[in-house]
């Protein structure tokens, strides 16, 4: 099974497909405020971000993830990172039957932005209608209330915390000490009215 780097692209935001080559413009994007990654691994170095990235493009090589670096379509500008993981396959076909969302950052100019809902629709429509999985989970620090708020806006309902389930990451935390994860999920049945409600966001 194999999953190939592709582009979603969208009005706001072109989702392409993470490179070594981006990680100058990456670190800009990262560095302009790091206020707002209390809860999350974004690195702070040229050395750093080559070493995340490299992390996930090792990962994608094993069908574990598609990272993408999210570009303003404004400027043509990389403002941060998010991907598909977590990948879990039908038995009987070649595309999954549930992926994640997740590892996602905004530069902080990009967050106040339709930026993020756009990525979250482009990313749930290709999920659900290009490899027709039955399930997306969205999963957070169950501390973050930011983050939880937004998940809950797109449409993602709370499944349960699980304890100690994943480290910890980002500068209000102790990083890689175990957290609580808030589980959120969206499910194929639930698709066609959260695709509504993302693009009447976005068009309103």
């Known amino acids: 099974m194999r999953l190939e780097a592709f582009t ?12 070594r080559a981006l990680a100058p413009a990456l670190l ?10 209390g809860f999350t ?6 050395t750093s971000m080559e070493a995340y990235i490299d992390g996930l493009l090792a990962d994608a090589q094993r069908d ?3 990272p993408f670096a999210q570009v303003r379509v404004a400027d043509g500008a990389p403002v941060g990172c998010t991907r598909f993981m977590n990948i879990l396959w039908w038995p009987d076909r070649s595309t999954p039957i549930e992926v994640e969302i997740g590892g996602t950052w ?6 106040r932005s339709p930026i993020n809902t756009e990525a979250k629709l482009l990313l749930l429509r290709h999920a659900f209608e290009q490899w027709h999985v039955a399930r997306v989970a969205i999963c957070t620090d169950a501390r973050n209330e930011r983050s939880r708020a937004a998940i809950e806006r797109l ?8 304890r100690n389930h994943r480290p910890s990451a980002g500068h209000s935390t102790s990083p890689g000490t175990p957290r609580d994860t808030a589980a959120y999920s969206i499910i194929d049945t639930e698709w066609p009215a959260v695709r509504d409600r993302l693009e009447a966001r976005l068009h309103g």
Not at 28 to 37: C, I, L
Not at 155 to 162: A, D, H, P, Q, Y
Request: no cysteine; glycine share 12%.
């Open 8 to 19: 979603l692209g969208g009005t706001h935001v072109r989702l392409v497909p993470l490179t």
């Open 28 to 37: 800009v994007a990262a560095n302009r405020d790091r206020s707002t990654f």
């Open 41 to 46: 691994a974004v690195p702070d170095d040229l």
């Open 64 to 66: 574990a993830a598609v």
């Open 106 to 111: 905004l530069a902080t100019d990009a967050q």
């Open 155 to 162: 449409g993602g309902r709370l499944e349960g915390i699980l």
